[in-house]
Nanobody, 124 residues
Framework: QVHLVESGGGLVQAGGSLRLSCAAS????????MGWFRQGPGKEREFLAA????????EYADSVKGRFTISRANAQNTVWLQMNSLKPEDTAVYYC?????????????????WGQGTQVTVSS
């Protein structure tokens, strides 16, 4: 059974940083692209970032490019999202998911149902 467990969220002031983690199990992690998404209050879930199987290729939404960095460690079955220069509009529940490739993830082509996510709140 596939499990994706997000953690690392919290309350941070604008301009601050957080590092989110996603621990994956139940599937061959190194054979899938991984992505991060978020859903803000009253908004639809949106794509943020994706990383290829080996971590060579990445994709970012324009809203986070230059501020967020996605990375992965296949030996640890973990993907991270380093978030810098956070803004109040980054307030949302953040989720990870897997996909066939980064382009599919960019169009929200995910393979699993959504987990609990981790709440990020950015105060002004």
């Amino acid at each position: 059974q596939v499990h994706l467990v997000e953690s690392g969220g919290g309350l941070v002031q604008a301009g601050g940083s957080l590092r989110l983690s996603c621990a994956a199990s139940g599937f061959p992690f190194s054979q899938y692209a991984m992505g991060w998404f978020r859903q803000g209050p009253g908004k639809e879930r949106e794509f943020l970032a994706a990383i290829s199987l080996g971590g060579i290729s990445t994709e970012y939404a324009d809203s986070v490019k230059g501020r967020f960095t996605i990375s992965r460690a296949n030996a640890q079955n973990t993907v991270w999202l380093q978030m810098n220069s956070l803004k109040p509009e980054d307030t949302a529940v953040y989720y990870c998911n897997r996909g066939i490739n980064t382009l599919r993830l960019r169009s929200s082509g995910v393979l699993n149902s959504w987990g609990q996510g981790t709440q990020v709140t950015v105060s002004s």
